[in-house]
T-cell receptor
Framework: AQSVTQPDIHITVSEGASLELRCNYSYGATPYLFWYVQSPGQGLQLLLKYFSGDTLVQGIKGFEAEFKRSQSSFNLRKPSVHWSDAAEYFC?????????????FGQGTELSVKP | DAGITQSPRYKITETGRQVTLMCHQTWSHSYMFWYRQDLGHGLRLIYYSAAADITDKGEVPDGYVVSRSKTENFPLTLESATRSQTSVYFCASNSGGGHGYTFGSGTRLTVV
């Protein structure tokens, strides 16, 4: 069965430091992969997505993610974290077994940013 | 305004009552989804719909009913609410073809 694992439930980084959030997936075919961000009390906003092609994907707010098929990973990175990046981050895989498909989410990683 | 709208934003209901959460999208997207979000579980799919009058169960469908008589609306009904259904519910839509999903702002439901 398709699944997504985010090994880190909570991460704290200092403002200005680099960030990497881990995501591992299990999917039988070439995956469609997504990262979403959720600020407290808000809905989910798409940061970036990978469908095919270049394995390094650029997203909004200075985020990027790298698809590594050999490691079944799609880690999210940012070179310099801002206090406003504090939020919960969700990795998801698109299950396109049927038309349109559905997203399967990881459990989320909560990011705290120290001043 | 175009978008995906959920109502109500907050709801408190009693155990055993029926409650319906509304979802409306203005894009005419074919695909719509209901997720629930709980601590430690991320978002789990309840039901989804590929088109009007076509719905299917997701990961956690028990206790929920959906309908989709019009493309733009996808209501979620809790037939007899239980405390375990206290959660934040998100509706989403997708145009198909692997594009990203757009989520509503969520409904926070408390069952007492």
């Amino acid at each position: 069965a398709q699944s997504v694992t985010q090994p880190d439930i909570h991460i704290t980084v200092s403002e200005g430091a680099s960030l990497e959030l881990r995501c591992n997936y299990s999917y039988g075919a070439t995956p469609y992969l997504f990262w979403y961000v959720q600020s407290p009390g808000q809905g989910l906003q798409l940061l970036l997505k990978y469908f095919s092609g270049d394995t390094l994907v650029q997203g909004i707010k200075g985020f990027e993610a790298e698809f590594k098929r050999s490691q079944s990973s799609f880690n999210l990175r940012k070179p310099s974290v801002h206090w406003s990046d504090a939020a919960e981050y969700f990795c998801a895989v698109g299950d396109w077994d049927n038309q349109g498909g559905k997203l399967i989410f990881g459990q989320g990683t909560e990011l705290s940013v120290k001043p | 305004d175009a978008g995906i709208t959920q109502s109500p934003r907050y709801k408190i209901t009693e155990t055993g009552r029926q409650v319906t959460l509304m979802c409306h999208q203005t894009w005419s997207h074919s695909y719509m989804f209901w997720y629930r979000q709980d601590l430690g579980h991320g978002l789990r799919l309840i039901y989804y719909s590929a088109a009007a009058d076509i719905t299917d169960k997701g990961e956690v469908p028990d206790g929920y009913v959906v309908s989709r008589s019009k493309t733009e609306n996808f209501p979620l009904t809790l037939e007899s609410a239980t405390r375990s259904q206290t959660s934040v519910y998100f509706c989403a839509s997708n145009s198909g073809g692997g594009h990203g999903y757009t989520f509503g702002s969520g409904t926070r439901l408390t069952v007492v």
